[in-house]
């Protein structure tokens, strides 16, 4: 499948970072380890942007988080992206052991400790949740590592703006749509304002729910956003809507996730790129 998705045009490969889903009604499921298919992904592809969408910072250490990032980042020859958030999902908190409460709280400091390391600092923190006492990354990371923020609460973004390069948009945050998309990201621009940013130093990046074939069930039990129809036609244009509303990026959530899928879209990059 990523093979497919680099030959027929994608610019970027991103893997859920998820433990377990229980919904109602439905099997158990959950996907592999992000972190180690993205470790095999990076040796598989040659050009494409890797990375998780989005690590979740509770489910490890930040400062191994910061090393499994620099370690991608080598792998892949400077094409990793570090997107991450909170987490939501507190089955699998339960599940696994992970503490659910504080979630932000335990956010905020995890994030200053993976980015100060993942840009050259050495890092001491005596935090409530997280603590380094002089740590520094060995070997060096070879550049920065890109890191995109994946949330909307006012929270999030502060702590994650005055260092972000991105911003990453569910489907279901936004309705799916440019006009809801629109809305988010005057929000996000005003944030980053505040964090002391300049709006248009963080990309804005969107989730696309696309269905090519019908949705006759939920993904989750929380969800009943409307997917755009794979139509190559009608799919490229609302992409260019979304363009138009301010996103510099659109990460297609497809139904169903296969490689059929992937070289049917194909179509849509061909119409994108010859506009």
């Not at 489910?59 to 991608?72: D, K, N, S, T, V």
């Not at 696994?96 to 001491?124: H, K, M, N, Q, S």
């Not at 520094?136 to 502060?158: E, F, N, T």
Request: aromatic letters at 8%; a negative charge; charged letters at 25%.
């Amino acid at each position: 499948m990523a093979r497919a998705a680099e030959e027929v045009g994608f610019d970027s490969i991103w893997v859920g970072d998820h433990l377990l889903y229980r919904d109602d009604g439905r099997p158990e499921r959950g996907p592999w380890d992000a972190w180690t298919l993205l470790a095999g992904l990076a040796v598989a592809t040659q050009r494409v942007a890797l990375g998780p969408l989005v690590a979740c910072a509770a489910f490890h250490p930040p400062g191994l988080i910061a090393r499994m990032a620099a370690a991608l980042d080598e792998i892949s020859d400077g094409r990793f992206v570090l997107g991450i958030g909170a987490g939501w999902n507190e089955v699998e908190f339960r599940a696994f052991g992970i503490p659910f409460d504080r979630r932000v709280g335990r956010f905020e400091e995890a994030f200053e400790v993976i980015t100060r390391l993942l840009a050259g600092e050495r890092v001491t923190l005596d935090g409530r949740f997280s603590r380094a006492e002089d740590a520094i990354l060995m070997p060096p990371s070879a550049r920065r590592v890109p890191v995109m923020i994946g949330g909307a609460g006012p929270r999030i973004l502060a702590a994650g703006l005055p260092r972000a390069d991105a911003w990453n948009t569910w489907y279901d945050w936004y309705g799916n749509n440019p006009e809801g998309f629109a809305a988010r990201n005057a929000d996000v621009s005003a944030a980053a304002q505040r964090a002391g940013r300049r709006p248009e130093e963080i990309a804005r990046s969107a989730c696309v729910f696309v269905a090519l074939e019908p949705v006759t069930t939920q993904r989750h039990a929380h969800e009943e956003t409307k997917p755009v129809e794979g139509i190559p036609s009608r799919l490229a244009a609302h992409l260019r809507e979304l363009a138009g509303a301010g996103a510099d990026e659109a990460i297609l959530v497809v139904h169903p996730i296969d490689e059929r899928s992937i070289r049917a879209l194909g179509e849509t990059l061909a119409l994108l790129d010859s506009s």
